[in-house]
């Protein structure tokens, strides 16, 4: 299983991004898609995940201003970022737990290679 993000940049304070994440390989099925973010000299946190029904969770510093998304038949989970504020810059992961074919059911955790976000104040 493989995670391929897009859609990082450089924005103003203010502005919009909207990340998108596509899963790809050998998959059964996914259980969930999260973006997570790590900042300089701090640690990896949960920004927003959603459940394979739809079910969402954000982090508090995103609420109401971020939005997560998912296409079930394209395997892809999308992040709309709203009202960046300049402590948002951070690298953005991607991140599933899917089942590959042939694993025995078993689900794995697979994360993206990451997608910078830079907002200037």
């Known amino acids: 299983v493989q995670l391929q993000a897009s859609g990082g940049g450089l924005v103003q304070a203010g502005g919009s991004l909207r990340l998108s994440c596509l899963a790809s390989g050998s998959i059964f099925s996914i259980q969930a898609m999260g973006w997570y973010r790590q900042a300089p000299g701090k640690q990896r946190e949960l920004v927003a995940a959603i459940g394979s029904g739809g079910n969402t969770n954000y982090g508090d510093s995103v609420k109401g201003r971020f939005t997560i998304s998912r296409d079930n038949a394209k395997n892809t989970v999308y992040l709309q970022m709203n009202s960046l504020k300049p402590e948002d810059t951070a690298v953005y992961y991607c991140?599933?737990?899917?089942?590959?074919?042939?694993?025995?059911?078993?689900?794995?955790?697979?994360w993206g290679q990451g997608t910078q976000v830079t907002v200037s104040s």
């Open positions: 991140n599933a737990v899917a089942v590959p074919i042939n694993s025995g059911g078993w689900a794995n955790d697979y």
